[in-house]
């Protein structure tokens, strides 16, 4: 694939079999990057694949609100935000409406998840959000931060495909991704699901693209791109490279 298009794995680290079907396609050319979440059970599991396939540089940090244990104190005394039992739970409702207590806690947050990649030797080379909560704008303000706080580490564009949301969805699109690209940090120009492109066969030759996975096994072992559909039911993941391989051949 070119060098302008990223194909990113999401949820490295969610748990043993998904850890198994981002390093088979590591391997097998499908994916250049993965974004690995701190809060779930196989996060250090998925660490140590990192070590082990020689991968450092390519895994950035999939920030999680929503789902998953806590790895900070502050935020457990919001239940808007965490359970008693310290299960991250925030909603985008919530995450629109944060006071500024609530803006503390999710600071510092988004940093200890961060120290937590660092502790296992792992530095994020990029940042997203599971769920896309940095689409909410506070969360958005909180990362550009911790982005210059760590080396301007980019970050994930919204979803700005054509024919992609809403037309409100598409306006808030421009005013999101114009602040990330006036500070620099922007991970793309382009952002857009895999089926995006294969729903459109659009394909941009000069700008740089980066296309989101979810990389699963099925029940046979197969690896199933399970972004849309549970991993039963999801497409192959490499019929689906391969119908981009065809569309990038295109004229």
């Given amino acids: 694939m070119p060098p ?13 079999p ?45 920030l999680s609100l929503t789902l998953g244990k806590a790895l900070s104190a502050g935020i457990r005394r919001y239940p808007r935000l965490c359970t008693p039992a310290g299960q991250l739970c ?18 510092e947050e988004v940093e200890a998840q961060y120290q937590a990649c660092l502790a296992q030797g792992v530095v994020p080379a990029h940042v997203d959000t599971h769920q896309h909560a940095h689409y909410c704008w506070p969360v958005g303000s909180i990362l550009l931060r911790l982005a210059r706080q760590h080396d301007a580490v980019p970050i994930r564009l919204y979803r700005n495909w054509p024919g992609a ?7 808030y699109a421009r005013m999101f991704n114009r602040r ?8 793309s120009e382009w952002f857009a699901h895999l089926d995006d492109i294969l729903r459109t066969r659009l394909l941009p ?19 199933v791109d ?19 391989r065809h569309l990038r051949e295109q004229p």
């Avoid at 396609?25 to 996060?43: E, L, N, Y």
């Fill in 180 to 187: 990330l690209v006036a500070s620099g940090l922007a991970r």
């Fill in 18 to 62: 998904i850890n198994k079907a981002i390093i088979l396609a590591f391997q097998q050319g499908w994916i250049h990057s993965a974004s690995i979440m701190p809060t779930m059970p196989a996060f250090g599991e998925a660490c140590a694949l990192v070590g082990a396939h020689r991968l450092s540089g390519r895994i950035g940090l999939h």
């Fill in 205 to 223: 030759r000069q700008h740089r693209l980066e296309i989101m996975t979810h990389p699963d096994l099925d029940a046979r072992g197969a690896v």
């Fill in 4 to 16: 302008e298009l990223i194909i990113n794995a999401d949820d490295f680290g969610a748990s043993a």
């Fill in 90 to 107: 925030a909603t985008r409702r919530a995450l629109w409406r944060l006071t500024a207590a609530e803006r503390l806690a999710v600071a």
């Fill in 165 to 171: 949301g809403s037309l409100f969805q598409g306006l």
């Fill in 226 to 244: 399970g972004a849309r559909a549970p991993a039963e039911t999801a497409p192959r993941f490499d019929q689906q490279i391969e119908a981009l």
